[in-house]
């Protein structure tokens, strides 16, 4: 804890599908700091998920109710009111001092500004944020793949499940259209809420994390003032508690080899939006630059 009685966290922010799984995993490397996944989730007064935790694996390979940090955690949290969002971010802070030793860095992969107000408003914390952005033109082809494999890609598909109103309407909101003006304003509020807090903040872009990983390494390392340590070496911590996230966290050998779908390159889903709105490819190349241009 620092001397203001707040809890150290980097809190991981932008859209879902952006790699925020591989920039925890990358952040937890080093030295002082563990990854925790989404915790926002456990913390949202609107989310019964603590209640509820048959069948979510932690990363350290055991369900979350029986996970050696998080099962006294999940008992405390449940003592809470589910309305006092602050004591249970408070407990989390108290909880991983307690595991993890004091001074540890949390890394909060939840994304959502939302989440980010909370934790700010919560007052338990001392926030560095890391706003990871995917390029919007990988990205949306990024979202009509999930949506494809989940069978809600087409209007007949959506029609077929919900029925012409509804099926119609969550088709629209899936359109190429819908979502790069939800990018757009999941990025602005990103900005808005960093600046309007005052808080550190370091844009990571995806595609820099990917394709030059060395810089954004040495820019990550500045940022958070500590080294990252390679996957598989001693320095590395091995016992990260992340939840909630993709897959991906149970394979940290993956870091070895990252590798960026390019998709996009062949597939024009995202010609549209790109084309119509200015300000979406103004506000995707300056994001692009990931790092602070003075
Ligand atoms: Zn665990």
Known sequence: MTSGGRFPLIYIA???????????????????????????QLVDRRNP???????????CGTGVADCVFWKPVIARLSDIPRDDENARYRALGEAVATHFGPG?????????PEGLERAIASGAFDIKVLHLVRDVRSWLVSMQKSYRRNGVASWAENRKRAGLAKGTAKYLLRHPMADARQWQRLNTRVEEIVKRNGLPVLPVSYERL?????????????????????????????????????????EPEKLQTIRYDNGWFHDTTWLLPFVLSPGLRQLNSRLGQGRKVS
């Not at 998920?49 to 990363?59: A, K």
């Not at 540890?104 to 959502?112: A, I």
């Open 14 to 40: 932008g859209s879902g599908h952006s790699g925020s799984t591989l920039l925890e995993m990358f952040v937890s490397g080093a030295e002082g700091h563990v990854g925790l996944g989404e915790i926002f």
């Open 104 to 112: 540890t860095v949390m890394v909060d992969s939840s994304k959502t």
């Open 49 to 59: 998920i603590v209640d509820n935790l048959d069948g979510h694996l932690c990363s």
């Open 210 to 250: 990917c394709f030059d990983t060395a810089s954004v390494k040495g820019e990550i390392e500045a940022f958070i003032d500590a080294p990252i340590a390679d996957y598989g070496t001693p320095g590395a911590r091995a016992d990260n508690h992340s939840i909630f996230g993709n897959r991906m966290r149970f």
